[in-house]
């Protein structure tokens, strides 16, 4: 494990001011908001900056707080998708976060506090107040990527005044374990300490299956004056984990009899993650209607992947392919924004001015696997349980290494610098108005240090915003919003750049969304909406050198969603999508279910016991672009949990998870790669507070 020693002087201040559900911002204090659920969390460099109720959001937003992903057993970000619409998971190869957002697959859509995490790898709940999940293009807040959504990670601070400890222990019934510890402490008036620390043991229903991964992050909150906040953060990861590329695909869909089966092994199949991100923020109160905010992130990432995985089948034979893939990422992110409430001509104005700088420097390089006696990275076995790789179908003696095959060696060096403008526009008590832009300077120089060749491009981008919420009443809000996004040519991990592509424009996601939102008694909320997204790529004639404008993806969709307590005793989350797209060539793209269905259900028995029902079905979908008969089935999953509060600061849990014991298949990352979901497993896990 690294040695780590770090000192952060940081001085920012952020901008926001909260007008209520039921009341006005003219000539008023800025709230502070702190309200899980409804009210993206004002006290945070959160998603949308300011702090704006979901009702007055023209996009679809979906939060999960700290208490929804206690109380469902969320381990990972691949379950909380689970349970939202217009989002499924994607298997990212086994050694990373892989979301489909809205049809558009991403692994680097990914946010903390706000700040770009873009490394691909699984992150970890442990230090996580609330996520939230917004859908559709996203370039004004967020720049780069963000084409079908985000994810953005609210993590836990220092609160000062308060002092408090919660212990979690876990088990289950495939032998992970797992503990974590929360405490927050005073250290004089105005300061407070505040740390999180996690660790697991990683198990499931395959062989070879196990892992470890460790967390730690201190926080500090500093009252410097009644105007001015200090949060300082320092984060350490360390995991370690098997890969698992899943089973091979036979007559259009994977081959059950196989379900068992793991197509690699411990030797071969890892994944390995080092990192320190350390950030800080200050919140300065510039007068009564106005706030201002800088904030800096370091972060360093080293990263492995090694693995090797089916790439063929005939039903008999099977043949394996691998590679050994290290990069090495270092960010510094620095931003600033300024929000301002003013009233002109008696309508008012919540208007957001920011900037951002993003310096990346990222290495990497691959190499294939090589097969002793193939020389090349395909060797073709029989199938055996536990797999056996050291001698091929044929009965001939075979070894594998990865340092013979060096596949590409690239050092990327990225400059991004934004400025960005949105104003928020109360028109009257009924209407609201949306309109903003951001321009991204996006530099990039690719060095491809196997060929000794260098490739650089320069993108000056212009994201537009716009939407337009008309309120009938105080408590229903309809929308229509419009929002662009881009991704650069060279790809959202930055490993590659050719001649060719970089003189081809950005790819452009145009987005369309009507939708409704309710507030309805007790807590609970309704929100629908329907979208249209469309994908615009530049292509160039390889004759006469030409370039122009092709369409690409294309997804349409419905998504609905109600969420929140029902009485006293019952609280309720049900979610469903219904989406559909098109490829370039007019086929049917990959990982689109034709539809997810979400329901969660808990109720409190009496003081002491409650019980939750859970049920996630997705439709079938696509394994391949434009392949015919290629498909994952549908699948239904449901899941039990109970908990019982032994003492009033000592509670236990239980979870089922796949309480029927289903074969199911979430996702498949190409052909013959079909993830096996996990069987019936029984997690029992204990809270102590004080």
Not at 624 to 652: C, F, H, I, W
């Amino acid at each position: 494990m690294k040695k780590f020693i770090c000192l952060i002087v940081f001085f920012t201040a952020v901008v926001y001011s909260q007008a209520t559900e039921n009341e006005g911002v003219n000539n008023q204090d800025i709230e502070e908001v702190v309200v899980k659920g409804n009210v993206l969390y004002s006290d945070q460099v959160t998603a949308l900056k300011t702090p704006v109720p979901i009702l007055d959001v023209p996009q679809t937003v979906s939060i999960i707080t700290d208490v929804d992903i206690r109380k469902q057993g969320f381990r990972e970000l691949g379950d909380i998708v689970r349970y939202t619409p217009g989002v499924n998971t994607s298997q990212g190869e086994g050694h990373r976060d892989s979301v489909v957002f809205r049809g558009v697959r991403s692994t680097a859509d990914f946010f903390q506090d706000g700040v770009r995490d873009d490394v691909q790898y699984y992150r970890s709940l442990y230090n996580v107040e609330q996520v939230e999940i917004l859908r559709g293009p996203n370039a004004l807040l967020f720049g780069r990527g963000g084409t079908g959504g985000i994810i953005n990670r609210v993590t836990k601070k220092a609160v000062v005044g308060e002092t408090f400890t919660a212990h979690d222990v876990g088990v289950d019934s495939f032998g992970a374990a797992d503990i974590a510890i929360d405490t927050n402490f005073q250290l004089e008036s105005g300061a407070a300490i505040r740390i999180n620390l996690h660790s697991d043991s990683l198990a499931n229903h395959r062989d070879h299956y196990d892992g470890n991964r460790v967390g730690f992050n201190p926080t500090m909150t500093l009252k410097l004056s009644p105007d001015t906040t200090a949060y300082l953060s320092y984060e350490y990861a360390d995991h370690e984990r098997f890969i698992d590329r899943g089973i091979p695909t036979i007559n259009g869909s994977p081959d059950e009899s196989l379900s068992d089966i793991v197509f690699g092994n411990s030797a071969a199949n890892v994944q390995t993650l080092e990192a320190t991100i350390m950030r800080a923020q200050v919140e300065h109160t510039l007068s009564e209607t106005s706030k201002a905010n800088f904030s800096f992130t370091s972060s360093s990432f080293e990263k492995l992947y090694q693995n090797i995985y089916a790439s063929g089948y005939d039903g008999t034979l099977v043949t394996m392919d691998g590679y050994y893939d290290p990069t090495e990422r270092d960010n510094t992110i620095i931003s600033a924004n300024l929000v301002n409430e003013l009233s002109l001509g008696g309508v008012i104005h919540t208007l957001l001015i920011g900037a951002e700088f993003i310096q990346t420097d990222n290495e990497n390089l691959r190499y294939d696997a090589n097969w002793s006696t193939t020389n090349d990275d395909n060797e073709i076995f029989n199938i055996t349980r536990p797999m056996d790789f050291t001698v091929n179908s044929g009965g001939v003696a075979t070894a594998l290494d990865y340092v013979s095959k060096l596949n590409r060696q690239t050092a990327s060096d990225i400059t991004v610098t934004s400025i960005f403008i949105q104003d928020q526009i109360d028109l009257s008590d009924n209407w609201k108005l949306m309109l903003g832009g951001r321009l991204d300077d996006f530099d990039i120089t690719v060095d491809d240090i196997k060929n000794g060749t260098s490739e650089s491009r320069n993108d000056n981008t212009f994201s537009p915003r716009a939407g337009i919420i008309y309120k009938p009443q105080e408590n229903v809000s309809l929308y229509l919003s419009y929002s662009e996004s881009f991704l650069p040519r060279s790809g959202e991990q930055f490993k590659s750049l050719s001649a060719t592509s970089a003189r081809l424009d950005p790819d452009v996601f145009e987005s369309t969304e009507v939708g409704m939102k309710v507030a309805l008694p007790n807590d609970m909320s309704l929100t629908a909406a329907y979208f249209d997204s469309e994908q615009v790529r530049a292509a160039r004639d390889n004759d006469t050198g030409e370039t122009s404008e092709i369409r690409g993806l294309t997804v349409d969709g419905f998504e609905i969603e109600l969420k929140g307590r029902v009485n006293d005793g019952l609280n309720l989350a049900i979610a469903y999508s219904d989406l559909s797209g098109e490829t370039s060539s007019g086929g049917i793209p990959r990982e689109i279910p034709e539809h997810t269905l979400s329901a969660f259900a808990s109720w409190d028995v009496n003081e002491k016991l409650s019980v939750a029902l859970g049920l996630t079905q997705q439709g079938e979908s696509k394994i391949k672009d434009n392949t015919p008969g290629l498909v994952l089935p549908e699948y239904t999953r449901v899941d039990l949990s109970a908990y019982y509060q032994m003492a009033p600061n000592l509670s236990l849990q239980m979870n089922v998870e796949n309480l029927m014991d289903e074969l199911y298949f979430p996702h498949s990352h190409s052909t013959h790669q079909a993830s096996v979901g996990e069987s019936v497993n029984t997690r029992v896990s204990l809270r102590w507070t004080y």
